[in-house]
């Protein structure tokens, strides 16, 4: 039981130092952003255009793909559709954009910035 504790506080101190705390602003509580959730996809899309954007999650299973909720958010430009993995966004009006996904079991995020054309 002391061996698996001490090896339970050693993946849990490498969790934590591999994560950036930020603050949620809708609820004020802290959450993790994990560095390396990237979303892949084209960072100067053009107005009126459909793209593709996926995210590689950095910890994923059966668990979070039988149970985590995804939401996909995003300004300047409209989700059309969507899934836990990937979303397609149609593009607004020139400008800058945004693109951020979440999930609510391992509350994993990540963002990515644009500018539309």
């Known amino acids: ?6 090896l339970l506080l050693v993946v849990s101190s490498l969790f934590f130092l591999s994560a950036t705390p930020i603050r ?4 004020g509580h802290l959450r993790l952003k994990l560095e390396r959730n990237f979303i ?4 100067t899309p053009t107005n009126g255009t459909y793209e593709n954007y996926t995210v590689a999650w950095e910890f994923w299973g059966s668990i979070y793909e039988n149970y985590a909720n995804v939401t996909w958010t995003v300004d300047g ?3 059309t559709s969507y899934n836990k993995h990937s979303c397609t966004i149609l593009w607004g009006a020139a400008g800058p954009g945004h693109i951020n996904v979440y999930e609510d079991l391992g509350s994993q995020m990540g963002d990515l910035d644009v500018t539309i054309q």
């Not at 039981?1 to 001490?6: D, I, N, V, Y």
């Not at 949620?24 to 609820?27: C, D, F, K, L, R």
Request: no cysteine; proline share 0%; glycine share 12%.
């Open 1 to 6: 039981m002391k061996r698996f504790l001490s």
């Open 40 to 43: 892949t996809g084209n960072t």
């Open 77 to 79: 430009g409209t989700v």
């Open 24 to 27: 949620q602003a809708s609820h």
